[in-house]
């Protein structure tokens, strides 16, 4: 009870950006191997490692996760509780579980109203976030 009572005023920002710095992201991965197993999913490591600069993917990923979070307004509770997902010819999605979709559920929020994009050069991964209501059409569309 006391969690929903401080819940009560709480407003979900509904956008959150993030960006991160390639090179950081190669040094934390080539430092501590294991730490793709604590901040990503398995099916984001295959996609990440497919790739020759690996870390660029890396990156936007971990960029993608604190977007998603801030966009949330719960910050980065759970390191991996936000999987980015990649279709082919598709943009990115993501799925939540964990601490971090029973907070967006507490607030409100389902996970097909959370849109990504991402994007990355060899210097740095940007990621934004904005939560939209899927049943709401854009002003001006049937």
Same mark, same amino acid.
């Given at each position: ?6 819940? +009560?005023?709480? &407003? &979900? ?5 993030? $960006?991160?710095? &390639?090179?950081?992201? +190669? ?14 999913? !398995?099916? !984001? ?13 890396? *990156?936007?990923?971990?960029? *993608? +996760?604190? *977007? ?30 964990? +601490? ?21 050069? !060899?210097?740095? *991964?940007?990621?934004?976030?904005? $939560?939209?209501? $899927? ?8």
């Amino acid at each position: 009870m006391l969690v929903m009572e401080k819940m +009560k005023d709480f &407003v &979900v920002p509904g956008i959150g950006v993030d $960006v991160v710095d &390639v090179d950081r992201m +190669k040094f934390a991965l080539e430092r501590t191997p294991k730490i793709r197993q604590r901040l990503f999913t !398995e099916a !984001e490591i295959a996609y990440c490692e497919k790739f020759r600069f690996a870390e660029r993917h890396y *990156a936007g990923r971990w960029a *993608a +996760k604190e *977007a998603v979070t801030k966009a949330l307004g719960c910050g980065l509770i759970q390191w991996n509780g936000v999987e980015v997902i990649r279709r082919r010819r598709q943009a990115p999605t993501v799925r939540i579980f964990g +601490k971090i979709e029973r907070f967006a559920n507490m607030v409100g929020v389902r996970q097909e109203e959370l849109q990504i994009s991402i994007t990355h050069s !060899e210097l740095s *991964a940007v990621a934004v976030c904005i $939560v939209r209501p $899927v049943d709401q059409s854009p002003e001006g569309t049937p």
